[in-house]
């Protein structure tokens, strides 16, 4: 079965840490860029940041500094780490993947996990 599955979200309090794994399985994992982005309730789905499948990076101005995002490909797993977590960050993270090179746009990403709510407490 060809899936993402997000996990490690959760409540944290501003200025914490968190980091969020995606778990992905059916695909050709390395040959794929990884990518997040997230949701706000009443908001549009928002870019976060991407790993290339030469594990370049490319980060939204809103988390750079702040995020990181790492791959393993022996283990099908990407990884968006969270640090010095501000209230404005919470929302519904997703991971997707994409043939592309490094997308910013949600609609480059063909595959989707169901998300992973975190919540930032100030």
């Known amino acids: 079965q060809v899936q993402l599955v997000e996990f490690g979200g959760g409540l944290v309090q501003a200025g914490g840490s968190l980091r969020l794994s995606c778990a992905a399985s059916?695909?050709?994992?390395?040959?794929?860029?990884m990518g997040w982005f997230r949701q706000a309730p009443g908001k549009d789905r928002e870019f976060v940041g991407v790993i290339g499948w030469d594990s370049s990076t490319t980060y939204a101005d809103s988390v750079k500094g702040r995020f990181t995002i790492s791959r393993d490909d022996p283990q099908n797993m990407a990884f968006l780490q969270m640090s010095s977590l501000k209230p404005e960050d919470t929302a519904v993270y997703y991971c997707?993947?994409?043939?592309?090179?490094?997308?910013?746009?949600?609609?480059?990403?063909?595959?989707w996990g169901q998300g992973t709510p975190v919540t930032v407490s100030s």
């Open positions: 997707a993947s994409s043939t592309g090179r490094r997308p910013v746009v949600f609609y480059e990403y063909t595959l």
């Open positions: 059916g695909l050709a994992f390395k040959r794929y860029a």
